[in-house]
């Protein structure tokens, strides 16, 4: 009996080290040439960027090269908008989501692209999209 409480246990653990997890990065403001207004033409405004990125598995080892990093996460928004001019926050959301689902080991992604100085009498406006590895191949 102790030892089906064990490998069940056992069985159990395993299990929650191979379920899907999560790597964030929340509120990543970085200006950006963006928009369809004139206004908007010729000059950078900030943005505020969301990302969830769903991970196949967590391993139980402690090693660097075996985890999503949240930095690399974020390096995937600065080079999306580092690739010059766009006009809707639609595309960067969508550009940033398929450059983050180049790793392999990310299953699907979430990005918000908030524009807060877009309406003067709200505090930000954007659009959020989800993709997954299948709606991406």
């Not at 409480?5 to 040439?33: N, Q, Y």
């Not at 207004?37 to 405004?45: N, S, V």
């Amino acid at each position: 009996m102790d030892g089906d409480i064990a490998a069940s246990a056992a069985t159990t653990a395993t299990a929650l080290r191979l379920a899907p997890h999560s790597v964030f990065v929340r509120a990543l403001r970085l200006d950006a040439e963006i928009g369809v207004y004139a206004h908007e033409h010729g000059r950078r405004q900030p943005l505020v960027i969301d990302l969830d990125l769903k991970v196949a598995a967590i391993t139980d080892k402690d090693a660097f090269e075996d985890a999503v990093c949240y930095a690399w996460a974020a390096d995937q928004a600065r080079a999306v908008l580092s690739e010059g001019r766009l006009n809707l926050v639609e595309t960067a959301a969508l550009r940033i989501a398929e450059r983050c689902l180049e790793d392999r080991r990310v299953e699907r992604v979430r990005v918000r692209v908030e524009k807060p100085e877009a309406l003067g009498d709200a505090a930000g406006v954007g659009v959020e999209l989800e993709l997954d590895r299948a709606a991406a191949t």
